[in-house]
């Protein structure tokens, strides 16, 4: 920071009073963390540095859950999500949709907590950040607790540890809830059910245990319409869900054709009606959708 304000290069003096604040805030000392905050907002605003304002908001609704007001942490990262949305910065907004779905989660907002999930993942999935793979495990490892399933929190647990060894990403500091969540995951199941559960969840592949966090969501939904009901409320067309399924699997338009004997102008075509009935701006937004509508 000293050497950034020698400089008078605002951005730099902006993103170090962030990484100020975010170790402040990792230690327990919210006074230095607020004055971090206030300073960064000042300069980022002055600047016209948007990242850097992103970055703040950020960091001002984590401190607010840490001070225990999540209600007031809501509306800092709703900002922060639109300006990453804005500048397409995808792994920050990769970031901020699991910091409010954790923090929608500890309100009891399950249902937003799980479509805000269901975009992570998909982002995460594709920017290749495992750590916050892992952290949509431990995020259906809260909400499991919440709806009193403990056994399903075990399971999760013990896949998102398994996964995190797998690829080398250590739980950061920010989340003492996910911590918790082992602690009270034991305390409900007891030590020898609790050891048997979490391991077995170490054995889950990542599909597998997807799998259980989308079979968990069933029962709480269940005046939801099956996917081809729903992609018939819709105006999907047949083929236009076969095109929507692969691209959710993340594949070209011209792989989609080749998998399904089309050109691939007719693959466009399909896209570009795709994108329109389920109200999406790109193809991200579209299997997002999809996935919060149970069409794939």
């Not at 962030?18 to 605003?45: F, K």
Request: aromatic share 4%.
């Amino acid at each position: 920071l000293l050497i950034q304000r020698q400089l008078a290069n605002s951005s730099g003096i902006a993103g170090a009073l962030w990484l100020l604040g975010v170790n402040a805030l990792a230690v327990g000392d919210i006074e230095q963390a607020q004055t971090s905050i206030d300073e960064g907002m000042t300069v980022a605003h002055a600047a016209g540095d948007r990242a850097a304002e992103a970055l703040h908001l950020r960091l001002s609704g984590m401190l607010q859950r840490t001070c225990g007001e999540p209600e007031r942490a809501i509306p800092y990262f709703d900002a922060s999500i639109a300006l990453w949305r804005a500048l397409g910065a995808r792994d920050e907004l990769c970031n901020d949709l699991g910091e409010l779905a954790l923090t929608v989660g500890h309100l009891g907002d399950t249902a937003r907590a799980r479509e805000l999930w269901a975009e992570e993942l998909l982002l995460a999935y594709e920017i290749g950040e495992a750590w916050q793979v892992a952290l949509y495990l431990e995020g259906h490892a809260e909400l499991a607790l919440i709806e009193d399933r403990p056994d399903l929190s075990a399971r999760l647990l013990g896949a998102a540890d398994a996964w995190r060894s797998k690829h080398e990403a250590p739980v950061v500091g920010y989340y003492p809830s996910v911590k918790q969540a082992f602690v009270a995951a034991r305390e409900r199941l007891g030590d020898e059910a609790y050891s048997a559960t979490l391991a077995a969840g170490q054995r889950l592949s990542l599909d597998e245990a997807v799998r259980d966090v989308h079979d968990a969501e069933s029962p709480a939904r269940p005046a939801s319409p099956p996917p081809r009901d729903a992609a018939a409320s819709l105006g999907l067309t047949g083929r236009e869900q076969d095109v929507l399924a692969l691209l959710c699997a993340h594949m070209t338009d011209l792989e989609i054709a080749e998998r399904l004997f089309l050109s691939p102008r007719t693959v466009e075509g399909h896209v570009s009606h795709l994108l329109g009935k389920l109200g999406a701006a790109n193809r991200r937004e579209a299997a997002a959708t999809a996935v919060r509508l149970g069409l794939v």
